[in-house]
Nanobody, 119 residues
């Protein structure tokens, strides 16, 4: 089993910054992909950004140039640096990882962390 612990959410004013962290622990051989999703009230969960173990990244158009995803493979931790935050970024942010154990791939979600952007 794999556990994900998220941290870093909170309340910030428009234009401000936050950094989210998500640490994975447990039975892990490798983590090919780590990512962040958001879910706003009444909406579907959607991808914010993802990063492979080799460092390739993918971003939603709405956050390009403002958010940066990174990871520390030695610590099995993924980060999301969020700058120039806007009220429309308000949502619960979820960490997601794809874990490989031998040839078996499994998906895990974090518990979610609230990000609120408001004056």
């Amino acid at each position: 089993q794999v556990q994900l612990v998220e941290s870093g959410g909170g309340l910030v004013q428009p234009g401000g910054s936050l950094r989210l962290s998500c640490a994975a622990s447990g039975r892990i051989f490798s983590i090919p992909v780590m990512g962040w999703y958001l879910q706003a009230p009444g909406k579907e969960r959607e991808l914010v950004a993802s990063i492979t173990s080799g460092g390739s990244t993918n971003y939603a158009d709405s956050v390009k140039g403002r958010f940066t995803i990174s990871r520390d493979n030695a610590k099995n931790t993924v980060y999301l640096q969020m700058n120039s935050l806007k009220p429309e970024d308000t949502a619960v942010y979820y960490c997601h990882v794809t874990v490989a154990v031998s040839a078996i791939y499994s998906h895990y979600w974090g518990q979610g962390t609230q990000v609120t952007v408001s004056p």
